[in-house]
C-alpha cells in the first residue's frame, strides 16, 4: 500500500509484477520413475518435480511423450524441464541442472531361460541383438562400445515394448533400470526371476531436471532450493519408499 500511495504522489506510472514463469515438464515412459497412467502423468519422477514446483511457488505441466519426441518438445519450449535425465559429459552444456533426482543402475538382462547365453563382457554383445529405447543415454553408450546400429541394436521407443519382444524370442538381451525391470515385469504379472542379470552396464551416473538453458538462472535456484527442503523434511525419502521399496 505503501509503494502505491508513494507512487500516486510522485505522478510516476506504476509497473504491473513480472508473471511468475510457467514451467512445462516433458518426460517419457519411464515407470516408476515417470509413466502415463490412463490421462494423468505419474511416478517417482513426476511426483517429486511437482512438490519441488510447489515449493518454489511455480505452477506445473507435465507431459509424457517418446523420448525423442520429449527431446525435441523441451527444447522448444520456454521454460521447459526435461526429465529424468542423464547427466552425461556431451549434455552438460546444454542444461541448467537441478538435482540428483535419483540414482540410476543399468543392467543387461537374459531370459532366465536362456542358459545357453553366456556373456561376461561387453565385447561378447557384438552379434547379439540387444534392446535399447532409441536416444536414451544407454543407447549412446552402447552405439560408443562399437555396437552397431542395426546389427547388434533392437530399437524401441520404450522398456515395455522391448521386454515384450525379449519375451517373444525377437532378441536375446535387454538394457534396462533396474527398477524398471521389476515394474514392468509386474505390470505383465511376471516374477522378476523371469530376467537374468547378465552384467551390471552402468551406475556410475545420476539422474536431474534438466532446465533449459534460457530460462532464468533464478529460475534454476528456486527450483534446487525446493528440492533440497523436500530432501530435508522427509518427503523424498518416503516418496521414494512408495516407488522404490
Known amino acids: 500500500m505503501t509503494t502505491l500511495i508513494a507512487g500516486l504522489a510522485s505522478g510516476l506510472p506504476l509497473q504491473a509484477a513480472e508473471p511468475e514463469p510457467r514451467l512445462r515438464g516433458f518426460t517419457e515412459n519411464l515407470p516408476p520413475l515417470n509413466y502415463q497412467d490412463e490421462d494423468t502423468p505419474r511416478g517417482f519422477s513426476v511426483e517429486l518435480l ?12 507435465i507431459e509424457v511423450q517418446p523420448w525423442t519426441r520429449a ?7 520456454p521454460n521447459s524441464v526435461l526429465f529424468s535425465l542423464t547427466r552425461l559429459p556431451e549434455r552438460e552444456a546444454q542444461f541448467q541442472w537441478v538435482g540428483p533426482i535419483s540414482e540410476r543402475r543399468i543392467v543387461i538382462y537374459k531370459l532366465a531361460s536362456r542358459t545357453d547365453l553366456q556373456i561376461t563382457s561387453l565385447r561378447q554383445l557384438r552379434g547379439a ?16 562400445e562399437g555396437l552397431r546400429s542395426d546389427d547388434d541394436i533392437e530399437w524401441a521407443r520404450d522398456d515395455a515394448t522391448n521386454l515384450r519382444k525379449l519375451l517373444a524370442g525377437r532378441m536375446e538381451l535387454i538394457v534396462l533400470l533396474d527398477w524398471a525391470a521389476a515394474w ?18 552402468d551406475a556410475s551416473k545420476s539422474y ?15 527450483l534446487q532450493a525446493g528440492l533440497d527442503k523436500v530432501r530435508r523434511d522427509g518427503r523424498f525419502d518416503a516418496l521414494r519408499l512408495r516407488y522404490f521399496s
Not at 512438490?51 to 506445473?60: I, K, P, Q, S
Not at 527431446?71 to 519450449?77: G, H, V
Open 50 to 61: 511437482r512438490m519441488v514446483a510447489a515449493e518454489a511457488g511455480l505452477g506445473l505441466d
Open 71 to 77: 527431446m525435441q518438445s523441451a527444447s522448444q519450449t
Open 129 to 144: 541383438r540387444v534392446g535399447v529405447v532409441r536416444d536414451s543415454a544407454a543407447a549412446k553408450q552402447l552405439l560408443a
Open 184 to 201: 514392468n515385469l509386474r505390470q505383465l504379472q511376471l516374477p522378476f526371476v523371469t530376467l537374468t542379470q547378465v552384467l551390471e552396464y
Open 208 to 222: 536431474w531436471f534438466g532446465l533449459q538453458l534460457d530460462a532464468p538462472e533464478s529460475l534454476r535456484r528456486r
